[in-house]
Structure formats: C-alpha cells, structure tokens
Nanobody, 127 residues
Framework: QVQLVESGGGLVQAGGSLRLVCSPS????????MAWFRQAPGKEREFVAF????????HYADSVKGRFTISRNKAEHTMSLRMRSLKPEDTAVYYC????????????????????WGQGTQVTVSS
C-alpha cells in the first residue's frame, strides 16, 4: 500500500521557522513530481510548491516565494519543505502529494494532477 506521511508540523511564533518532511512508503517517488499543498480553516486547499524530481526544477506559489524551500533527499527517499519567516496567514494543514502523470506547470498547481496524498500535518503560526 502506498502512503505519504507528513511530519514536522507544530506551533511557532510569527517570524519563526519549521521544516516539514514527507516520507513515502510502498513505492519510490524519487523521479516523480512531488508537491506541498495547504488548507487553511474555511478555505480551499491551495498549491504551495512542487519539485519535479529532476534538473533541480521547482516552482512556488507567490505567497511563499523567497520564504519556503522545497527539496528532495533521494538517499532517504523523502521530500521536505523548509519554511522561514512564517506569518499567521501560513497557518494551515499542510499536505504532501505525488504525481505520476505529470503535467505543465499550470496543471501541477492543481490538485487533480496528483495521484497520491498524505493525511496532512498542522502548522499554526501565532502572532
């Protein structure tokens, strides 16, 4: 059974940092596109960042560009999201996702392009 498990969420003050990790099991996604999405209370799930899995290709939502860094550790088969200068508006449940089918940059900003999802990890940023 394929699973994506997120870890590293928690409570942090505004301006602080957190690092989320996504740990797949059941298959490797080393050469697949993986991404982070988030869902704040009362809002729809939104794209945060994706890593293409090759060529160092990454893409970020404007709201996190320059503050968040997505990366892969192929030795450990994990993906991480380093979040800095956190703001209260970053408060959300963060989800890890993996895409087998791939797509354009526009498509990869959408949830439908992703085949596997984790259960999410809560990130709360206090003001």
């Amino acid at each position: 059974q394929v699973q994506l498990v997120e870890s590293g969420g928690g409570l942090v003050q505004a301006g602080g940092s957190l690092r989320l990790v996504c740990s797949p099991s059941g298959r490797s996604f080393d050469n697949s596109i993986m991404a982070w999405f988030r869902q704040a209370p009362g809002k729809e799930r939104e794209f945060v960042a994706f890593d293409a899995g090759y060529g160092g290709i990454t893409h970020y939502a404007d709201s996190v560009k320059g503050r968040f860094t997505i990366s892969r550790n192929k030795a450990e088969h994990t993906m991480s999201l380093r979040m800095r200068s956190l703001k209260p508006e970053d408060t959300a449940v963060y989800y890890c996702a993996a895409s087998i089918k791939g797509g354009t940059t526009t498509a990869l900003r959408g949830q439908d392009t992703y085949d596997y999802w984790g259960q999410g990890t809560q990130v709360t940023v206090s003001s």
